[in-house]
């Protein structure tokens, strides 16, 4: 589980935009619907390298935006 205070001060290493954190039955991850890469946690330790982060086709993209919460919640 990552912490709500980290989490109101991440953004996307790529367009330095808001990340969304969804949990979608496999653990965590972190999510740019905008550019469609979602970014993995590992031991609550959040992996933002642009290289790092999958990119993500339709259906997963639907699914992830039904889970998802945003990452900052201001």
Do not use: K, T
Not at 7 to 18: H, N, W, Y
Not at 20 to 35: F, S, T
Request: hydrophobic share 40%.
């Amino acid at each position: 589980m990552v912490d709500d205070e980290l989490l109101s001060i991440l953004v996307c290493p790529a367009d330095r935009g808001p990340l969304l954190l969804v949990d979608p039955g496999d653990g965590e991850l972190l999510y740019n619907p905008r550019l469609r890469r979602a970014y993995r946690i590992e031991d609550g330790i959040p992996v933002l390298l642009v290289d790092e982060a999958r990119d993500v086709g339709d259906d997963e993209h639907a699914r992830l935006m039904a889970r998802g919460r945003p990452a900052d919640p201001r």
